[in-house]
């Protein structure tokens, strides 16, 4: 041989030839490569015995050699592949290795420059490598010839100057893989493959995608290469036995011919593209140099089958087959048709591969031989042109457009030989050809998918093709126009039972759905749905099967960007119903939680790394290289795997963990990355290939609007079009990118739709009504158009079909509407009867009820009939025949029916029913025979039952076999039958995935571009969150099941990074407030903290040490965001103390579990001295061994992890780090570290030294977190205060005794730091001292709080602020103690505080919490000696105000509650904000202390106080002093006062007798001090003396009122002005209204009715002196309602009491204006209001007094012991209204106010004065005495007014007056007092009327 295998082989890596095209000069220094070949020619034996090579080889030397021309009509070239064809023609193994060596060199080196034409160039190429390909024959060809063939075919292919195309091409590749296929030795076999590899590889590499043009103009339709192609006409097809009878010459001129004709159609025809099928050798050549008997069975029969395979399409498709080849011109040779026809039988031909044109309009590429049928000797071919033969290259057709169709052609070619199917004959066998051509199709497709992806997805590569019309410019990208070879090939693929061929389509797949899924969305959902997710769920799928997916799926797991677009594309997408992302997660799910057989242990020998295999870029540059499939190889990696160890359950359990992990994994990384902008411009494929993010992972990223929408395969769709951009970024750049499409917002809007599209399914399915109204709601469909109901069931996947048949069966009218409507959406057009029936019950499964069955096929009758009128005479007939043939199908397919229905039956059934008439015998027997062949059944039950078959079954072992039969099938002596059925059904299931490809392509050439299918590119972080919420469940069942289950450390630790992982997605979203999110975090940590088995020691093991360790890692990662869920991590941690403390030996039982609920056991505390020195909560538990129940055994391997230095310091660090927490975070963590705390001490209260772990570590983050912002200190402390209120009022010593001391240290850490102005932070740190002041019991507590106060003060008094406030609060509280030593103690705290730190009290602002601190010591009930000390001690501070107010004009108080920075000025402003609590201090000792002596000095040093100091208060201070000090003393008085103390009446009697008659008196003395400032408030306090005169229960305190009343008018009358007597005449007037007694009239008219009854019977009984019966009753009747209530007693009690505080405001009355300088000083208006007031008093008494009824019922019914009356009140008020009007009248005063009155006065005096004297001589002395003695006064009253009166009004008014007064002297027992009255009356008058004279008068008197 020229050269080796070896020297003819090309760099693998390099995609060009080495070697170099040359020119013609550089021919003639070359030519020695010729040379020296014809030279070896001319010398072999057979080159000196053929006469004809040697003459042709002779002939091209000496041109060589001379350098004379070539003939005429030839070329040097042509002279030389003549010779060299001549050599190869003997069929000598020697000639022809020298020849193709040759045409190697010749081919390199570009012999051919020298054929000017380019064309004809072609041609030659075209048929060197013909004659190339024609020396392979078979597996027969010499070794050495099957070397030179795939070098020289190898450097045809990389030629640069003269490539190869179509036809050449494909057959060029056809013998490579011919040779790989047939070649007996393993050498060959790979040389075969690499150079095979590498030729697919230069094929794809030709295309530069950089360079070519972005299409962006709109197509005009859908084109694919089959679309164009059509069969040839008969004058175009020739035999290989003419093309081998014609001479070198005739083939130059025919090829000349051809070369014109072509020209001349080259305006007809452009942009065509031939599918280059390959067409084999004559057999007659074949048989010829082969000898007989000599072949190879075994390839016969793998040849054979194909072809007939081919052969049955043919017949199916209707069309020819198309293969395009040019014969290479052969000598003239004899056909021997015998050798031919031998050659059927015995010979071993080379693969071709042929493409027929289906109905669907898919071609179907078949791996077959030459030798087959007949019709094999006639080869056809094929072009896109009708009338023209293979066209040469148009100008309008570029050298990149013949790259893209050679590339689409030997893709196609790969596709369609890798769908051959595997022989039966040969099993399984990998050295098989179908299967080793199957293995190397499908690694070829991998390598072109891992080399060449950037082909397949940039929008620049399209297929260009023209139809008839010329105008229109058809175009199609290469991945659309490739996907419907790919897809179906996949399909067919992927259930292969063979490991090899399922794991290289995976890894297809893989390819696929990573890098395609943007081009091929419906597809990629078939593959989830029919391929990836089928498999994970059939039972019966083998363990390597499951294992090989899972790796796939793992891949894609750990593609974030695909896992993303996966779930919006499908989940989101609500016109695919199934949620692909979804269901995988729950699948995958599901398998890891599957049980495994307690037999098996889990051995994970197969935890490989997921990278493992065959991973590739997704646009890798280098190329990849099979692996080995030679049939050595294959046969010994055949052995080896069926030498390993079997596959285990666990490892496919363990992957399927690997993958859910995985997609949480890809979940955090596709938000840490965050969203990427992906810019316009243009980028490199470099760039594109590196991936630096998961949104970089697509090409179509570089797209602005991140959209694709793609119709059929229409490249305008594929690439946007509003953009020029394309798809890989080597367009320009977009000038207004478009925002992205793929809305959270809107996506979630879809996600719901689709949930709740579901849920109407499943209701639907459940119950149909229900569901129904429930979609209908929704607005799926209008519930009012039946119609639209009706398309909805029709369309909609995942209805029931025997629900819609139940629901369109029912006999309402609503449901025969839809039915109607239903039925009316289908097509029966030209079909048989049987056929629409079967079209109609594949929609919906019929009901069993025959009303129901009869209205179905009623409609379905006239539905028929209306398609096919011409049928039946009516629907009459179709509804009878429909029934007839329903009972058919039932009868004779029903198990239940014994005896079936005949042929005769059913015709005697059907007579008459077409109209009258017979339907033809003919037509019946050809319905009963379908029927009875086959059952109208539903095809979804059929497959139902079917998968049923597949994925329920038995998962015992590894193997899955039992029995006998199963042992047999192992030891290789049965036959495994269940394999066998399983391998079908899989087969069966690829082929029906293969035509679910097929109809889709079929569908959507149909729809043209109506279709668009939309597919969204992720881009946003925010679908990471309801990607976790649709699967959290599945995710935390999938990763705490093997956590529980396994112990393996590699299961376990991926478990926990699932958990870690899934907790931080949770955390990611912590803005989201939702209960889901708090739902789902908390069941991840909640589980994830049970698993750490800290609450059972005894069943610790090494996985849940590292199940604690992960939570720390947890806490520590996302402790920003874990919330609530703090709480289950440091119960975790204190858990974890606990344990490491029992493993170091401390006693069990010392250290009790808080986690469980149990009740603390009742022991006795014993209580020790307090030990200040102890600082740390870790006390000396008892290490003595513990027995009993309480022993702990945990492995020593546990006790030591538990214990490590790590996790101690993982534990401790988690509180070291709660400084790097957010504000809300440490909250959180504060909060749920008190909640673990309290459940510690709870838990272990009974002990006498409880469990404080977590107490100190409260502590010790407060140390830590020391230097946060006030502000969030502010938070933590609100809860950190609380806490330590609760702990340091616990019962147990010590606990509180540690809170305590905690809390001072704290406390004098916060004192280190200056406290700006304004802030009260101070305050809140020290408030727990308060509470636990006022709450624990413990007097040793509550002495040590005072002392840490005192502390504090003596050594951080400087710093304290608003701190005083709080610590006044404790002293306060502290003063209110019982317990005499904490309350003296606290006093000389406050004494000493008062003595050193007054200044401080006051400046900031705290003055009135240190009054009212001193308050509080002077209220105590109990210690006098301290409460009259610290009176004093408030009255001592009002000389040290005043002296700070004269040493400073202005003083800065910083008060922390006030609004602001307040300076404030000495004098009154300053006095105010001081005075106030000092006045407010006395008042509240006054008012609330117990002590009276307290009392009374409190009481006087307050009045006394204002008095001496009130004449510096301004007016709108006294106003304050009097609402909020003053008359808040008589505030018991009021009845609804909110301010009523509840004392008891003895209480209040005291106080009332004591301080309040006292603070009484002390008012009218202040108020008439200060009368002038406090003239304001004169209506109070006359309100006050109101409310004490109208008191009813206290007779004292309205006598005291009305004295007090008296006093303030009569001392103030001077300073009263019209205002003022407006206010005491209204305070009177008011007074006389509530004391009026009006209960004597308004409640007592149905007494006095029943005692006129009673005095009528009485007086009958004395008229009769006998009563009958029945009136005797009556009277005992009246005796017996003479009693009443007591409640009625009580209240006529409060009229008495009325009417006495009447009286005696009548006398106080009398006794003010009985003062001259009142009454002179009273004005006469208000006078005679008062006046009107007594009037009213006098009338009213009067008017009950001759009532006699009243009194006398009063009387009878036991108000009053005696005959009631109201003389008093009538005589004292008339004798006073008298007096009053009597004196006013007179005016001796000589006022001038009375003289404007004179009439009014005159109008009500002299009435009244006759009134009284009538009223007066009408009494009789005898009887009633007491009444002339109260009225004796009032009448001599009268008569002195009169005789006083000026002579004027005398003589005017005496003349009425006479006559009364002289019937006077007519009584017999006048009194004295009357009698000297009347006489100075006549003596008047006398005088008056001169009838005496003056002399006389004076001497009688």
Not at 1003 to 1029: K, L, W
Not at 1781 to 1791: F, G, K, S, V
Request: aromatic residues 8%.
């Amino acid at each position: 041989m020229a050269s080796s295998p070896t020297a003819s082989s090309h760099n693998l890596s390099s995609p060009t030839s080495t070697r170099t095209s040359m020119t013609s000069s550089q021919a003639t220094s070359s030519a020695v490569f010729v040379l020296n070949a014809l030279d070896k020619i001319a010398n072999t034996k057979e080159g000196r015995k053929n006469k004809n090579l040697k003459e042709i080889v002779q002939n091209a030397q000496n041109m060589l050699k001379t350098g004379e021309d070539p003939p005429e009509g030839q070329t040097r070239s042509t002279v030389i592949l003549s010779a060299l064809q001549t050599a190869i023609d003997t069929r000598s193994a020697n000639l022809m290795t020298i020849a193709l060596d040759c045409l190697g060199k010749f081919i390199t080196y570009n012999y051919l420059a020298d054929i000017e034409d380019e064309a004809t160039q072609s041609q030659v190429m075209e048929r060197v490598v013909d004659s190339i390909c024609d020396c392979f024959i078979g597996e027969e060809t010499d070794e050495k010839v099957q070397l030179q063939i795939v070098k020289t075919l190898l450097d045809a292919v990389y030629s640069s100057n003269n490539p190869i195309h179509q036809s050449a091409l494909l057959k060029a590749v056809r013998t490579t893989y011919n040779i790989f296929l047939l070649s007996r030795t393993s050498a060959n076999q790979n040389i075969a493959q690499i150079t095979l590899t590498q030729m697919v590889d230069h094929i794809f590499r030709r295309i530069k995608v950089n360079s070519l043009p972005v299409y962006t103009g709109a197509a005009a339709s859908t084109t694919s290469l089959n679309d164009i192609t059509s069969p040839r006409s008969n004058n175009n097809i020739t035999t290989p036995t003419s093309a081998l009878n014609k001479s070198p010459s005739s083939t130059n001129d025919n090829t000349s011919a051809a070369t014109v004709s072509k020209t001349n159609n080259e305006e007809d025809t452009t942009f065509q593209q031939q599918i280059i099928v390959e067409a084999s050798m004559a057999r007659s050549e074949m048989d010829r140099k082969l000898p007989s008997g000599k072949a190879n069975d075994n390839s016969e029969e793998f040849l054979n089958d194909t072809a007939n395979v081919f052969q049955e399409e043919h017949v199916e498709s209707g069309s020819t087959a198309i293969a395009v080849e040019k014969p290479l011109p052969q000598p003239p040779q004899p056909v021997d048709h015998s050798q031919q026809q031998e050659s059927n039988n015995g010979t071993v031909e080379p693969v071709k591969a042929v493409v027929s044109e289906k109905e669907d309009g898919e071609s179907t590429t078949e791996t077959t031989g030459v030798n087959g049928t007949d019709g094999d000797a006639i080869t056809s071919r094929g072009s896109f042109d009708d009338n023209d033969d293979v066209h040469p290259v148009t100008s309008a057709e570029t050298e990149t457009d013949l790259y893209i169709k050679d590339s689409i052609l030997v893709f196609r070619a790969l596709c369609k030989l890798s769908k051959k199917p595997i022989s039966s004959e040969w099993g399984n066998d990998m050295r098989s050809y179908s299967m080793r051509s199957k293995l190397l199709s499908l690694h070829l497709i991998l390598t072109i998918l891992t080399s060449h992806m950037n082909v397949f997805t940039s929008p620049s590569v399209v297929f260009t093709a023209s139809p008839a019309d010329t105008t229109i410019h058809r175009v199609n990208p290469f991945i659309q126009e490739v996907k419907q070879y790919l897809c179906p090939s996949l399909g067919r693929n992927a259930f292969s039972v063979v490991p090899q061929v399922f794991d290289i389509t995976l890894e297809i797949l893989s390819k696929v759905v990573q890098s395609l899924r943007v081009f091929l969305k419906k597809e990629i959902e078939v593959f989830f749905r029919e391929i990836f997710l089928r498999i994970l769920e059939m039972r019966t799928a083998s363990l390597q099967q499951k294992y090989s997916l899972l790796k796939i799926v793992l891949r894609i797991c750990n593609d974030p960007q695909t896992l993303v677009d996966v779930y919006l594309n499908y989940d989101c997408d609500d016109t695919s119903l199934d949620n692909v992302y979804e269901r995988l997660v729950n699948i995958l799910s599901k398998i890891t939680t599957t049980h495994s057989s307690p037999n098996n242990k889990d051995h994970h020998d197969t935890h490989s790394s997921s990278n493992s295999g065959q991973s590739h870029g997704k646009h890798s540059k280098s190329l990849m290289i099979p692996p080995p499939l030679t049939t050595d190889t294959v046969q010994s990696n055949d052995r080896q795997a069926a030498n390993s160890a079997p596959l285990q359950e666990s490892a496919i359990r363990f992957r399927s963990l690997e993958c859910l992990v995985a997609v949480l994994r890809s979940l955090v990384s596709w938000y840490m990355n965050g969203s990427v902008s992906v810019s316009a411009g243009s980028k490199t494929d470099d760039d594109q290939s590196s991936g630096n993010t998961p949104r970089e992972s697509e090409d179509i990223r570089q797209s602005s609007d991140r959209l694709t929408s793609l119709s059929n395969s229409s490249a305008a769709r594929l690439s946007p079009g509003i953009d020029s951009t394309d798809l890989n970024g080597s367009g320009g750049e977009s000038n207004t990118p478009s925002p992205p499409l793929d809305d959270p917002e809107q996506f979630e809007n879809l996600k719901h739709r689709k949930r709740v599209l579901q849920e109407g399914i499943r209701m639907f399915n459940w119950k149909p009504k229900k569901g129904i109204q429930l979609l209908a709601h929704n607005g799926f469909f209008d519930l009012s158009d039946a119609q639209s109901v009706a398309r909805f069931l029709l369309n909609t996947e995942g209805l029931s079909k025997t629900e819609i048949g139940e629901y369109m069966g029912e006999v309402d009218e609503v449901n025969v509407a839809v039915m109607h409507a239903f039925v009316d959406e289908l097509d029966f057009s030209n079909m048989n009867f049987v056929d629409a029936l079967r079209h109609l019950l594949q929609t919906f499964r019929l009901p069993g009820e025959g009303q129901k069955i009869d209205r179905f096929m009623l409609k379905f009758a006239e539905r028929y009939i209306h398609f096919n009128p011409n049928t039946f005479a009516n629907a009459e007939t179709a509804y009878v025949l429909a029934y007839s043939v329903i009972l058919l199908n039932t009868d004779l397919h029903s198990p239940r029916v014994k005896r079936r229905m005949t042929l005769d039956d059913f015709i005697k059934n059907n007579r008459g029913i077409d109209d009258g008439a017979d339907i033809p015998s003919d037509l019946l027997e050809t319905l009963y025979d379908e029927i009875q062949k086959n059952e109208i059944k539903l095809k979804d039950e059929v497959e139902a039952a079917q998968d049923a078959a597949l994925f329920t079954g038995s998962g015992g072992g590894a193997l899955n076999m039992m029995g006998l039969q199963n042992a047999l099938v192992s030891a290789g002596i049965a036959r495994d039958v269940r394999r066998e059925a399983y391998q079908a059904a899989t087969e069966e299931m690829g082929s029906k995935t293969e035509a679910v490809f097929r109809n889709m392509l079929a569908s959507r050439r149909r729809a043209g571009e109506n279709e668009t299918i939309t597919f969204y590119s992720a881009s946003h972080i925010e679908h990471v969150r309801p990607m976790f919420e649709v699967a959290w469940t599945a995710f935390l069942a999938g990763i705490s099941g093997p956590l529980q289950e396994s112990d393996d450390l590699d299961t376990v630790q991926l478990c926990l990074e699932g958990f870690k992982t899934a907790i931080r997605i949770i955390c990611l979203f912590h803005t989201v407030e939702s209960e889901d999110v708090e739902l789902q975090r908390g069941a991840f940590v909640t589980t994830l903290t049970k698993f750490t088995f800290l609450s059972n020691l005894n069943e610790m093991k090494p996985k849940n040490v590292e199940a604690i360790r992960t939570l720390l890692e947890v806490a520590a990662i996302d402790g920003n965001y874990l919330k609530s869920s703090w709480k289950e991590i440091l119960s975790t941690v204190s858990q974890l103390e606990r344990f490491q403390l029992i493993t170091s030996g401390v006693d069990q039982g010392a250290l009790p579990d808080f986690t469980t609920k149990r009740p603390p056991q009742q022991a006795a505390m014993a209580k020790n001295s307090v030990d200040i020195s102890r600082r740390s909560s870790s006390f000396n538990y008892s290490r003595k061994p513990s027995r009993g129940n309480s022993q702990l055994s945990v492995t020593e391997e546990v006790a030591s992890a538990g214990s490590s230095q790590s996790l101690v310091l993982a534990a401790d660090k988690l509180f070291t780090a709660t400084v790097n927490l957010n504000g809300n975070a440490i909250v959180d963590f504060v909060n749920a570290l008190c909640e673990t705390s309290w459940e510690e001490i709870v838990s272990s209260a009974h002990l006498e030294h409880p469990r404080m772990y977590s107490l100190q570590k409260l502590v010790e983050i407060s140390y830590y977190n020391m230097n946060r912002i006030r502000m969030e200190w502010s938070n933590i402390w609100a809860i950190l205060g609380e806490y330590f209120n609760k702990v340091a009022c616990q019962s147990n010593f010590n606990v509180a005794f540690f809170a305590l001391d905690s809390l001072r240290q704290l406390s004098m850490r916060f004192l280190e730091k200056e406290e700006l102005p304004h802030f009260k932070f101070q305050k809140d740190f020290l408030m727990p001292f308060r509470e636990v002041l006022a709450n624990n019991p413990d007097v040793a507590i509550k002495d040590m709080v005072l002392r840490c106060l005192s502390q504090m003060i003596l050594a951080k008094a400087q710093n304290i602020r608003s701190g005083w406030k709080t610590m006044l609060a404790v002293f306060a509280t502290g003063a209110r103690e019982t317990s005499e030593t904490i309350v003296q103690m606290t006093f000389d705290i406050v004494r000493s505080v008062t003595n050193e730190r007054f200044n401080d009290i006051v400046s900031n602002g705290t003055f009135p919490d240190y009054i009212s601190c001193l308050t509080e010591f002077a209220k105590n009930k109990k210690f006098q000696k301290i409460s009259l000390p610290a009176l004093d001690m408030i009255l001592d501070t009002i000389p040290r105000m005043l002296s700070i107010a004269e040493k400073n004009k202005t003083i800065e108080i910083t008060d922390a509650h006030g609004p602001g920075p307040q300076t404030v000025q000495s004098g009154d402003d300053f006095l105010v904000k001081f005075w106030f609590a000092v006045l407010f201090g006395f008042r509240e000792v006054t008012m609330k202390s117990d002590d009276v002596e307290v009392r009374k000095r409190s009481l006087q040093y307050l009045f006394d106080t204002l008095k001496q100091y009130g004449s510096r208060y301004p007016a709108e201070f006294w106003s304050t002093i009097s609402r909020q000090i003053v008359f808040p003393l008589f505030d018991d008085l009021k009845q609804n006062s909110v301010h009523h103390r509840n004392m008891s009446p003895e209480d209040l009697s005291v106080w009332v007798s004591t301080t309040m008659i006292e603070a009484l008196r002390n008012v009218v003395d202040l108020y008439t001090f200060y009368f002038d400032n406090m003239k304001g408030m004169m209506r109070h306090v006359l309100g006050l003396f109101g409310i004490c005169i109208t008191q009813v229960d206290n007779d004292t305190l309205a006598r005291i009122g009305c004295e007090c009343l008296e006093q303030y008018i009569e001392t103030n009358v001077e300073k009263f002005d019209m205002e003022c007597w407006d206010l005491v005449t209204e305070t009177f007037d008011n007074l006389f209204q509530k004391t009026t007694a009006s209960g004597l009239f308004d409640d007592t008219k149905d007494l006095v009715d029943k005692v006129k009854n009673m005095a009528t019977i009485e007086g009958q009984s004395s008229n009769n002196f006998e009563l009958p019966v029945q009136d005797g009753a009556a009277v005992a009747a009246m005796a017996g309602q003479a009693e009443v209530s007591e409640e009625r007693q009580r209240g006529f009690q409060q009229v008495i009491v009325k009417c006495v505080l009447q009286l005696m405001l009548i006398q106080t009355v009398n006794e003010l204006l009985g003062k001259d300088t009142v009454y002179c000083a009273f004005p006469a208006g208000h006078l005679m209001d008062l006046m009107e007031c007594l009037g009213k008093s006098f009338h009213f008494a009067k008017h009950f007094n001759e009532d006699s009824d009243l009194r006398m019922a009063l009387w009878r019914f036991g108000f009053m012991k005696q005959l009631p009356n109201l003389l008093k009140q009538e005589t004292s008020s008339g004798g006073c209204y008298v007096s009053v009007l009597m004196r006013m009248y007179a005016n001796l005063e000589n006022i001038s106010d009375r003289d404007e009155r004179r009439d009014e006065i005159e109008k009500t005096l002299i009435p009244l004065c006759n009134e009284i004297f009538t009223l007066y001589t009408e009494l009789d002395h005898e009887t009633k005495p007491k009444n002339i003695a109260a009225w004796t006064p009032v009448v001599i009253s009268i008569l002195n007014g009169l005789a006083q009166l000026q002579d004027e009004d005398f003589l005017k008014h005496v003349p009425q007056f006479y006559l009364p007064a002289v019937e006077l002297l007519g009584q017999e027992h006048m009194l004295p007092e009357i009698r000297g009255a009347l006489r100075t009356l006549l003596l008047r008058v006398g005088r008056t009327y001169k009838i005496t004279t003056n002399i006389s008068t004076n001497s009688t008197q």
